[in-house]
């Protein structure tokens, strides 16, 4: 029994010893953190043409949001297997007619919005502002409602995001943007 107690107690040692080590190796410079990794694919279309590169994955869908570069600023677009994430353009009119507006208030980033059929990317042309929205779009259908924007940024359609052909496919990048 003594034993069996001596050999259990010089296992969990070594296990402990092996684990200190790996965290170590770990936590140390050699090892590229997420972020590194992720920077380090690109999303292609089937053709071939880079989208841009990879700056975030999401926890449960894993939908893939790619920094896309218009006119000298990154974007973040959120790019599926077979087309691009949409964004909510809100309006002030109650009928989805009017200047289109961009939620401003969750990102760093510039702001923008991808919407409508051909996916078209919408840039802001002005100041942020506070609006009170009284109708929202996405997916082709627009809604009445009533939401007070403490921070909403014009925006225009500036690009046709067609010119990108899926399926969408990450691939480890080869290439400098």
Known sequence: MNRRIAVYAGLSVFLTALVFVAVRQVGGQSQATPQAVMSNFVVIDSTGKAVGPVIGVADITHTVTVALLFQGKWLPVDVWRSTFGENVLYFSSSDCTG?????????????????????????????VEAITAGSGMSYGTCWQTVYEMSEAAPVSPAADLSAFTPPFTVVRKARTF
């Open 99 to 127: 200047q289109p507006f961009a939620d401003a208030s969750s990102s760093p980033f510039p702001v923008n919005a991808v919407a409508g059929p051909g996916r078209t990317l919408y840039v802001p042309t002005g100041p």
